[in-house]
């Protein structure tokens, strides 16, 4: 558990991720006063097709541990506790039933079993990128967006379900985002966010202030409406924390539960890079590079727009890429560490504290070596399901430290792939970069960021929380205790990075291999891994 300086009043903030999850007593202008944090803390279950699937039930279980924790090793008056607010991993489907039971395991955003179905909804002729250009024009100027052809989008899961479960389907009075199905258990209502809906491509967001499920977009994707749940401000409270969830959460029922955010959403507001144009970097499992703009806008070519963000009446740019932080965690799990002989991780607590030391006595470049970190395809800049991870140029002069530093830079590559064209959207250069995600912890990974992208770095201070600060704020606003400016005025930066004038002309050199690899290796990529799924 950390524990910091403590201030009235609190709000209990909850951040589960894919694999980990933070729980948080954080004021409303976002100083964390104790949180606590359990990584690996629910299993992904992976099958044939493209199937990523958790158990609801282990959400649950890992937040009601972490709550419990909380309260009893920060010792805080749980009177102070004024209101609660969750963030969690986004585009997921949990199928419930109408008393609010889980239909089975939840469908995570890895899940690509959807693809064929997306192709289905948005056919036509002529095309574009694959998209029937009537459809395509119709969902842009609606949404801002379209279904992805990856597969992994909200409404891909729900197409999958249908076509392929079909009594499930059938029995499902809701489908809920996994934020909406924690809010469900909390309060007993079931409703959802402009901003957490989004990757169901079914809104109308034209009006930022005014966003609502559209017709035309519903009877192409030939989702039912009364299965989808009806959406309310973000700013919101949801209802009030119910007895029996209080009671496995050891709270006093009656607590206000706001609207809550993705993961996406709510590190970008905990960033402190809440005006437009101010751009930051999320490294955890994944990663983005992304700022709030005025306007609505889309580039298909490179699957990125700008959407609803959580905070109220505006748009910020949405982008993914698909293995960031894991990228280490498959360094430490697969090619470290692995497992001994009774199938327990051998890697030892300070694992990453140790990749740190090792990336440092190596110089930037890692003599040479490349990494592309697509372990699990890609979203953006490009959107192939088929790319794969590997390192390049390796020799028998190798070293560990060389191997450990190429992954933080291949990741770094991938982000400053990304960042030409989140700029290009923007309209200017975007700097300094906030950044945020457990992978903001690491000084070296900071100043690689700083070398690759050619602009100041702003690691902000206690970044893993940033999902927490996000969530207090919106809680905040919600119960009318801050505002989103005077959050940001309290958000305090550790270190700036500048770039190293030695370091940027070699990863320049550097970055162009990397961007040669893609174009030389991606055909290859496509047809062997379709292949391999045939």
Not at 162 to 184: G, I, S, T
Not at 317 to 344: C, H, M
Not at 426 to 453: E, K, Y
Request: hydrophobic share 40%.
């Amino acid at each position: 558990m950390v524990t910091m300086q403590a201030s009235n009043p609190l709000i209990l903030a909850i951040d589960l991720g894919t694999t980990a999850c933070k729980v948080g007593l954080v004021t409303p202008n976002g100083q964390v006063v104790a949180y606590v944090h359990e990584a690996d803390a629910t299993p992904t279950h992976f099958g044939p097709g493209g199937k990523a699937e958790q158990d609801p039930a282990d959400w649950w279980a890992v937040i009601t541990r972490n709550v419990r924790r909380l309260l009893e090793d920060s010792n805080i008056d749980k009177t102070r506790i004024v209101g609660l607010g969750v963030s969690t991993h986004w585009s997921g489907t949990v199928a419930v039933d109408a008393a609010g039971r889980p239909l089975g395991n939840a469908i995570i955003w890895m899940d690509s079993r959807g693809a064929p179905y997306v192709s289905e909804i948005t056919h036509g002729f002529p095309k574009i990128e694959g998209y029937g250009v009537r459809k395509l024009i119709t969902w842009l100027r609606l949404t801002g967006g379209m279904p992805t052809r990856s597969g992994k989008d909200s409404i891909a899961h729900i197409l999958y379900l249908k076509r392929q479960e079909p009594e499930r389907y059938r029995a499902a009075a809701k489908f809920l985002e996994p934020k909406d199905y924690v809010n469900m258990i909390l309060t007993g209502r079931a409703a959802t966010d402009p901003a957490t809906i989004t990757l169901h491509w079914v809104t109308d967001n034209r009006d930022i202030d005014n966003i609502d499920y559209h017709p035309t977009l519903l009877r192409w994707t030939g989702v039912a409406r009364e299965k989808l749940p009806d959406i309310l401000p973000t700013p919101e409270v949801l209802g009030p924390l119910r007895p029996e969830a209080a009671q496995a959460l050891d709270l006093p029922p009656g607590i206000p539960v706001t609207m809550g955010a993705p993961d996406v959403h709510a590190p970008v507001l905990g960033s402190g890079a809440v005006e437009d144009f101010h751009p930051h970097i999320y490294v955890g499992t994944s990663s983005w590079f992304s700022c709030h703009v005025p306007f609505k806008k889309t580039d298909i070519f490179h699957n990125m727009a700008s959407l609803p963000s959580s905070a109220p009446g505006r748009y910020f740019v949405v982008n993914e890429q698909e293995t960031a932080g894991v990228s280490l965690t498959f360094l430490r799990d697969v090619l470290f560490y692995g497992e001994d002989v009774l199938g327990r991780c051998r890697a030892p607590e300070d694992a990453y504290q140790r990749f740190d030391r090792l990336a440092e006595q190596t110089p930037p470049g890692s003599h040479g070596l490349i990494f592309t970190p697509w372990l699990y395809g890609e979203r953006t800049p490009v959107e192939e399901s088929t790319l794969r991870a590997g390192f390049y140029n390796l020799s028998l002069t190798t070293t560990r430290a060389d191997i450990v530093r190429a992954v933080m830079e291949g990741v770094a590559f991938n982000t400053r792939w990304l960042q030409g064209y989140v700029e290009k959207l923007a309209g200017r250069p975007l700097t300094p970069v906030n950044f945020v995600g457990g992978g903001a912890h690491s000084q070296v990974w900071s100043q690689i960021f700083a070398d690759v992208l050619r602009r100041p770095i702003q690691q902000v201070k206690d970044p893993q929380a940033a999902g927490l600060r996000g969530v207090a704020v919106l809680a905040g606003m919600a119960l009318k205790l801050t505002t989103l400016q005077d959050f940001a005025r309290h958000v305090e930066i550790a270190h700036v990075y500048e770039p190293n004038p030695d370091a940027v002309p070699i990863y320049e050199e550097l970055f162009r291999a990397f961007l040669d690899i893609y174009h030389r290796n991606s055909p290859l990529y496509k047809k062997w891994n379709v292949s391999q799924r045939a």
